[in-house]
């Protein structure tokens, strides 16, 4: 039986994260049956009641003493699925832009052996909110160097909504990326030869709680991403 892991990385989502559970749970429902599935919330050191709200729904809540940003709190699952010996795991945000509906599909390669890591795109069908024009500029810019760095084309490096296979967990468990991770880790992954698939999903705008992302932290949020995977490449050499 395949172990699947949910990842659920929050930060002041006291007004979503029982519904995003709820609708993780509801989506298992169509897994197959072959596959069972936990969940672990990693509570980033909140100022709300984040940790009670998920503690309520019983899953397992790895609270954080401080906020440490996305990329360490996304790692602190990867270390946890592989210290427990999961098979995939899966990243989803805890502000409900992600529709579980599509775990099935972003699981699939996973399970079949054809993929180590699986992205929900929102542009492989262009349905569903497209991001913010900054954030889709940076996008942009990262499929073309992405693209030309790995020799293939991802079409949203910064979504959060991915699965990984078993390989996949146990080297991001040791170096995902501290800020802003997923393009890089999209660099990580594609170096080593790792086999990156894409699948079309819709995503939605924040359901509740105010974003982190400002225009500045755009900017900054592309420049510093940008230099890290450059930093990677020459790593390589």
Known sequence: MAKLLIIIPAFNEEENIIRVIERVRNAATQLPADASM??????????????EAAEKTGVTVLDLPYN????????????YAAENHYDVAVQIDGDGQHDPQFLPGLIAPVLDGKADMVIGSRFLDNRGFQSTFMRRLGIRIFYAVNSLIIRQKITDNTSGF??????????????YPSDYPEPESVIILGL???RIHEIPVVMKEREGGRSSITLFRSLYYMVKVLLAIFINIFKKQ
Do not use: P, W
């Not at 440490?68 to 270390?79: D, H, L, R, S």
């Open 192 to 194: 080593r030869k790792f």
């Open 162 to 175: 991915r699965a990984y296979s078993a390989n996949a967990i146990h080297l991001l468990a040791d170096e």
């Open 68 to 79: 440490v940003g996305i990329g360490a709190t996304v790692q602190t699952g990867f270390k």
């Open 38 to 51: 936990d969940i672990v919330v990693i509570n980033d050191g909140s100022t709300d009641r984040t940790k």
